[in-house]
């Protein structure tokens, strides 16, 4: 039973970590780098049926928790007193997600400069250089495409913009693949790229994908190019991914460990920045989140062993992107199988008018699609199927997600969309706007859940911190309330107003050595701030940072 299965799974977790641990190299909890590339043999390739996985992650799974009453069970117990809620297990001290092989702080901690921004994972104007050798015909997916070799020798996965629809999934794709990389994950290298018929040639090796006997021919290459998008000048539009670096081992299972990985030591839908992916994701409107838009890759690090880097890939359905020409209005408001949503309408006899029936979400503009900030509920936002990492989530976990999307700045935002080098003029104005409400809308909700109080660190005798809604211009400054904590019981608990963010230690006992302190915004009900500090002689340290 799933309730037994929870209890027993923490403990499994932790047991894992921990032996894991002892036979490679331990994990200081406070530290902001996890080691997680201790050198092991290459993992096998892992295979994942797409139509299998889709059914179990679409059916199977939401209506084994639709009859499963022990959750039902915990979720009734969370109402009234204890906290049933299984917490991210990758977390420090510090309430921070560390450095890893699938994470890398950035934007959040070191505000990014716009160049970095347009530049995106490979820290150049990194582009394909004609001519382009065909070196296969892409096989999987709904777009049509080919990957090729240009004249310095890179590799890169061509994928077509669909018909009449120029830019807009390579755009869409070009914008989201930045700012998630801006935001810490690991991510593919994807660029707009514009070709002409006289840029390609085929590989004499080439076969037939029908029949390999046959070599590819120039009139099938023919036919192939009228399945994407063109214009009148001759020119091919789509996106080009850069090869990842190292051994493709097959996609992220978001759903338990990958076994043969002895770095992989947390359940994968209890990792802090998969769960808090869901906030981005959000924001960005990329509705298809299954395990096949990722990779896991095998960098060598000497000697044949090496490490499992873990990869976002292939975004474009996103923003008002989908493979076929502009999303479906309800995408991103109901799953493609949406229980909910059917038994609402059976119900009501179909007299139901949904949020995405209401939302005026037609741009007028064919490389952007069907977007809009109108009915936008960040909470709410629902990708292709369910996703597990995102079913498990807590507000502690979102609110960190939050924290990510609230680091990005009007000019960042902006410099994310002149990367994807919108022909249209209108593209750019609409697609910030509407990123920039949604950025809004966003902070305000999670913001509203649990204070926003962040960044902590001890200035002499001072603790100050940052208000992330005062600074990104959401709220107005505001009074704080600081409930203190002796660890050692020697004075009695107490509440102190402050009017800023900054809260004088001198006022604490002489004879207090370890403290708890409890801040919360006056007036308002988010979820507090737990800090803890420690002190050697006159000096004190900040030791845990909890939000929630």
């Not at 890169?156 to 700012?179: C, I």
């Not at 076994?259 to 409107?285: C, M, P, T």
């Not at 038994?343 to 007028?364: H, M, P, S």
């Not at 209108?426 to 950025?439: C, F, G, S």
Request: glycine letters at 6%; one cysteine or more; charged letters at 25%.
């Amino acid at each position: 039973m799933r309730a037994r299965s929870k209890f027993l799974d923490f403990f499994r977790t932790r047991g894992i970590a921990l032996a894991a641990a002892a036979a490679v190299l331990p994990v200081d909890p406070s530290t902001w780098k996890d080691h997680d590339r201790v050198p092991i043999p290459e993992p096998a390739v892992r295979e994942q049926n797409l139509y299998g996985h889709e059914f179990h992650e679409a059916i199977i799974e939401p209506l084994s928790h639709t009859f499963d009453i022990p959750d039902k069970l915990l979720a009734l117990f969370s109402l009234i007193g204890p906290d049933t809620e299984e917490e991210s297990v990758n977390v420090n001290e510090f309430d921070e997600v560390p450095n890893s092989t699938w994470f890398t702080n950035r934007n959040h901690v070191r505000s990014m400069t716009t160049a970095e921004i347009i530049h995106g994972a490979a820290h150049a104007d990194v582009r394909p250089k004609p001519p382009y050798v065909i070196k296969s015909i892409k096989k999987t997916g709904v777009n049509p495409g080919f990957n090729i070799k240009d004249a310095a020798g890179r590799r890169w996965v061509v994928k077509f913009d669909p018909p009449s629809h120029p830019q807009l999934g390579s755009g869409a794709d070009a914008v989201v693949s930045r700012l998630l990389y801006a935001a810490g994950y690991n991510i593919s290298h994807d660029v707009p790229f514009t070709f002409k018929r006289a840029d390609l040639t085929i590989d004499p090796d080439l076969a037939d994908p029908k029949d390999g006997s046959l070599p590819y021919s120039p009139d099938m290459l023919d036919s192939l190019l009228t399945r994407g998008a063109f214009d009148g000048n001759g020119r091919h539009f789509g996106q080009a991914s850069l090869f990842l670096e190292g051994k493709p081992v097959g996609n992220i299972n978001f759903r338990g460990r990958r076994s043969d990985d002895a770095n992989d030591i947390f359940k994968h839908q209890n990792r802090r920045e998969l769960r808090g992916l869901y906030v981005l994701v959000s924001w960005l409107g990329s509705w298809d989140t299954k395990n096949h838009q990722s990779l896991d890759m095998f960098i060598e690090d000497g000697d044949s062993l090496g490490y499992v880097r873990h990869n976002l890939l292939d975004v474009g359905a996103s923003l008002g992107a989908a493979a076929e020409g502009p999303k479906l209005p309800r995408t991103g408001y109901e799953y493609r199988i949406d229980f909910d949503g059917m038994v609402k309408r059976i119900y009501t006899l179909g007299f139901t008018n949904e949020r995405w029936r209401k939302a005026k979400q037609e741009t007028g503009v064919a490389s952007v699609g069907n977007f809009t900030a109108e009915y936008y509920e960040p909470n709410k936002f629902k990708p292709l199927q369910p996703h597990p990492a995102f079913r498990d989530r807590t507000d502690r976990d979102c609110y960190w997600g939050a924290k990510l999307v609230a680091s990005f700045s009007d000019a960042q935002i902006e410099a994310a969309i002149v990367a994807a080098g919108y022909e249209d003029p209108r593209a750019l104005p609409i697609l910030k706007n509407i990123l920039i409400q949604r950025r809004d809308a966003t902070m305000r909700y999670w913001f509203a859940r649990v204070a926003p109080l962040d960044f902590f660190h001890v200035d002499g005798t001072q603790l100050n911190f940052s208000d992330l809604a005062v600074d990104r211009r959401i709220a107005s400054a505001r009074p704080y309330d600081v409930l203190i904590h002796d660890a050692d019981v020697r004075i009695e608990q107490k509440k102190i107003e402050i009017p800023g963010t900054s809260f004088d230690l001198a006022r604490l006992p002489a004879n207090c050595k370890e403290v708890e302190l409890i801040l919360g915004i006056r007036g308002s009900n988010a979820a507090t701030v737990t800090v803890q500090l420690q002190r050697k002689g006159s000096q004190w340290t900040l030791t845990h940072v909890r939000h929630a």
